[in-house]
């Protein structure tokens, strides 16, 4: 089992940047694919960037393909997602998980077993 705890939101105005951290407790983040996941008011939870356990693999939704970039360190135990350019759209809750251990690697959400509690992104016009 993992324990995920995300910080780094915050408000920022449009065109600015923040970087999400995520950090694992608990078995080796190694062991875990991991993404990033969004969730605005009265909206469905979404992928924002997934990442393979080696990090060999990524996966960026269409929405911030060229401004987000997603990031690990197994040895630091950490997950990364570096935001540009951020829009009012990118506005939400976001969210680190991971699916199961050696699982293959997933953009699903239906997929993450492992969720953190989440940090807000508020972006202003």
């Known amino acids: 089992q993992v324990h995920l705890v995300e910080s780094g939101g915050g408000l920022v105005q449009a065109g600015g940047s923040l970087r999400l951290s995520c950090a694992a407790s608990g078995r080796t983040l190694s062991s875990y694919a991991m993404g990033w996941f969004r969730q605005a008011p009265g909206e469905e939870r979404e992928t924002v960037a997934a990442i393979s356990r080696g990090g060999g693999s990524t996966y960026y939704a269409d929405s911030v393909k060229g401004r987000f970039t997603i990031a690990r360190d197994n040895a630091k135990s950490t997950v990364t997602l570096q935001m540009n350019s951020l829009k009012p759209e990118d506005t939400g809750m976001y969210y680190c998980?991971?699916?199961?251990?050696?699982?293959?690697?997933?953009?699903?959400?239906?997929?993450?077993?492992?969720w953190g509690q989440g940090t807000q992104v508020t972006v202003s016009s």
């Open positions: 998980a991971a699916p199961a251990a050696y699982s293959g690697f997933t953009a699903s959400p239906a997929q993450y077993r492992y």
